[in-house]
């Protein structure tokens, strides 16, 4: 009966330690956004002062956000298909614009999705800091 008793007392302290280290590493709420003709805008929020690394669209590699940017405006191919401009203010981010979606950094670690133009895709982007990163998928239906 002690071996039991010691075991589920061990048990429980393993699973509540790892919940509060779960709770102490900021996410990105929601994590997944579906955006269709009939839901073309959602909001996702980001913890403050936590920076978009990098983002891919489909399948493609990841492209990284370039750092110390000292201009507001920066333009690339994505997957060589899409013409993508970054847009920065105190080498922040503040959005991104590409043919089918605009995002849009709100007041703090609030952003706003806008579906230009559906078409099915699949979109990641990654936000890094300190304590580890998170992911945000967006769905085009």
Do not use: W
């Amino acid at each position: 009966m002690k071996r039991l008793f010691v075991f589920i007392s061990c048990f429980l302290l393993i699973v509540s330690c790892s919940s509060e280290m779960r709770d102490k590493i900021p996410t990105i709420r929601p994590d997944v956004i579906e955006l269709s003709e009939t839901n073309p805008e959602a909001e996702f929020f980001v913890p403050e002062n936590k920076e978009v690394y990098a983002f891919s669209v489909g399948v493609g590699k990841p492209y990284h956000i370039p750092k110390d940017v000292k201009v507001l405006e920066y333009s690339m191919d994505v997957s060589g298909k899409y013409k993508t401009t970054l847009y920065f203010k105190d080498s922040k981010l503040t959005a991104m614009k590409f043919p089918f979606l605009e995002i849009i950094r709100k007041k703090g670690g609030v952003y706003k999705i806008i579906l230009k133009q559906g078409k099915p895709l699949r979109m990641s982007l990654g936000f890094l800091y300190s304590e580890g990163g998170s992911n945000l998928t967006i769905r085009i239906k």
